[in-house]
T-cell receptor, first 110, second 115 residues
Framework: QKEVEQNSGPLSVPEGAIASLNCTYS??????FFWYRQYSGKSPELIMS????GDKEDGRFTAQLNKASQYVSLLIRDSQPSDSATYLC??????????FGTGTKLQVIP | EPEVTQTPSHQVTQMGQEVILRCVPI?????FYWYRQILGQKVEFLVS????????KSEIFDDQFSVERPDGSNFTLKIRSTKLEDSAMYFC?????????????FGPGTRLTVL
């Protein structure tokens, strides 16, 4: 069973702080890694994708990938109350199917 | 910005009835997917579709489910005889590439309630 594991949270951070979200995956042949944001009652929204080891930055978001450790993370700098949502880690093996984790609920406290 | 659309936003049906959920993928995308999310649980893959045929399906996607692209824009999911446990949010997604960089963009979802 190919799994994507995340801490369910909630992760509480004060406004303006860095939020750090983590994810591990079990399938070593995974090739594509994604972070989706999901507000309550809404659909997943793609915010970051990463394919090679290292860091990828996009605005306030940085995704980090370590394939040797089978570890993906997402850093959110200068966290805002509007960032409060559930963050889904998702993994694809190069085929079409994407496997999702259960998500980490982030709460940004004003 | 192009987006995936889905109709209806909410569907209520009686157990044993057939439902059809509709999706319009992003126009230049070639790959289409259905996922579901039972309340409080994770997003689960159902099926992927390319070139007018199913390319992958999960164990959830049994004989009561079917997908179709009836024309050049719509992509549908049919559930033939709904069960109580089919109650969930159903998301359609699409992507324009297949291997490796499979960025999938999701529609707003259809909330299916089976009574």
């Amino acid at each position: 069973q190919k799994e994507v594991e995340q801490n369910s949270g909630p992760l509480s951070v004060p406004e303006g702080a860095i939020a750090s979200l983590n994810c591990t995956y079990s399938d070593r042949v995974s090739q594509s890694f994604f972070w989706y944001r999901q507000y309550s009652g809404k659909s997943p929204e793609l915010i970051m994708s990463i394919y090679s080891n290292g860091d990828k930055e996009d605005g306030r978001f940085t995704a980090q990938l370590n394939k040797a450790s089978q570890y993906v993370s997402l850093l959110i700098r200068d966290s805002q109350p509007s960032d409060s949502a559930t963050y889904l880690c998702a993994v694809s093996g190069g085929y079409q199917k994407v496997t999702f984790g259960t998500g980490t609920k982030l709460q940004v406290i004003p | 910005e192009p987006e995936v659309t889905q109709t209806p936003s909410h569907q209520v049906t009686q157990m044993g009835q057939e439902v059809i959920l509709r999706c319009v993928p992003i126009s230049n995308h070639l790959y289409f997917y259905w996922y579901r999310q039972i309340l409080g649980q994770k997003v689960e893959f159902l099926v992927s579709f390319y070139n007018n045929e199913i390319s992958e399906k999960s164990e959830i996607f049994d004989d009561q489910f079917s997908v179709e692209r009836p024309d050049g824009s719509n992509f549908t999911l049919k559930i033939r005889s709904t069960k109580l446990e089919d109650s969930a949010m159903y998301f359609c997604a699409s992507s324009e590439t297949r291997t490796g960089y499979n960025e999938q963009f999701f529609g707003p979802g259809t909330r299916l309630t089976v009574l």
